[in-house]
């Protein structure tokens, strides 16, 4: 729920930015679609369109692929925000 509130305007970030290509080493772009735990954020509570979120899928999942994004999060090592160790 506590979620569900930050996604509360719904419009596409990306296009807003007018983001053409989303690279999966810029984490400032993936980070709108990632929960707390890593997770892929569904479009419905995102507010993404549908152009926006297959980048961003593929983006996401390169960057597991070199370990930018760690795949699963422990559940004792949940962070307020998992960015702040990354930069
Ligand atoms: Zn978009």
């Known amino acids: 729920m506590a979620e569900r509130r930050k996604f509360k305007k ?14 999966y080493k810029d984490l400032n ?12 954020m569904p479009r419905r509570l995102t507010g993404n369109c549908k152009r926006h979120q297959e980048m961003v899928t593929v983006a996401i999942k390169r960057a597991r692929q070199t370990a930018l994004i ?3 999060v422990d ?6 925000n998992p960015f702040d160790l990354i930069r």
């Open 70 to 72: 760690p795949y699963i």
């Open 75 to 80: 559940r004792k090592n949940v962070i307020d």
């Open 10 to 23: 719904r419009y596409c970030r990306y296009c807003e930015q007018k983001v053409e290509f989303i690279d």
């Open 29 to 40: 772009l993936l980070k709108f679609s990632l929960s707390e735990r890593f997770k892929i």
